[in-house]
């Protein structure tokens, strides 16, 4: 599929899938075109990868795949005034919110992909959900789901199962570093130095989140082993939930996800 390849926007989200995708040999320099808005990034970007950048956005008719990863305010806007996508081509966004209906009817040519990665893709440990679009085939799913295994772990799903995802995964390393922040804070208020506190809790969240993965143990299994009758643990956990956590962590994940559709109407 990749072939020549256009990344349309390379901040935060579309620069992390670059990076991934040329280090992990899925794109090369040579095919690989990118458009930014500034001139200082398009140079900077052109210097550290070797790719092609520009702040135009190119003849279309001779790509096969487009990366759109502009801000949601954006995408529309340019979506409805680019010109000659030829029919073949496959067109993947990642822009929050955007639904494949609108997708289709602003580009109805290209064959699409919408996306919902979340920031640990900076790090090659993020989580895509994938959903196709009316043409999507099962030869180019296997492929977007390759250009996100660059940068993490990516589940092909529903559109809507996109869309609840977002209030897990999309949302979840916000609620991750909150949970990790007050960890620390619980840590400083029984004497421990910040700094050994925040890695402390960075790491223990890090393995817990990797036990869970490689074990594929349920989380309670891995929980009760770690809580000894008239333990410690379970004394802490007791307190936490008296506090009402399982709750605030649901309630938080439902508002986010009904806070999404809501902006989705708008
Ligand atoms: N960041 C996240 O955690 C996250 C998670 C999931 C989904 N997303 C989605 O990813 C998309 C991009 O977000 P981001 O965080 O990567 O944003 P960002 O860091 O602000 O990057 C936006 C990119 O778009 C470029 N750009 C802006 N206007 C343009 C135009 N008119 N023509 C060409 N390029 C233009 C910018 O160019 P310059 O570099 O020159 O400024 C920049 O490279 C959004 O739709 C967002 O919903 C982000």
Known sequence: MFGKTLFVGAGAMGGAILRGAIKNGLLTKETTYVVVKSDMHATELTEELGVTVTTKIPDLSTVDT???????????????????????????????????????????????????????VAVGAGLTAIAGGSKATVNLTDQVVDLFGAIGEAVVVSEADLDRLSAISGA??????????ALADAGVRIGLPRKVAIKAAAQTLYGAGLMALKTGAHPAVLRDQVTSPGGTTIAGIGAMEKGGLRSAIQDGVVACYERSLELGKK
Do not use: H
């Not at 979840?172 to 922040?181: K, L, T, W």
């Open 66 to 120: 487009i990366i759109w990863a502009l801000k949601p305010q954006v995408l529309p806007t340019i979506l409805q005034q680019i010109k000659g996508i030829s029919a073949e081509t496959v067109c993947i966004s990642v822009a929050a919110g955007i639904t494949l209906e609108s997708l289709e009817s602003w580009v109805p040519e290209a064959v699409w992909y919408r996306t919902m990665p979340n920031t640990p």
């Open 172 to 181: 979840g390393p916000g609620y991750a570093f909150v949970i990790m922040d």
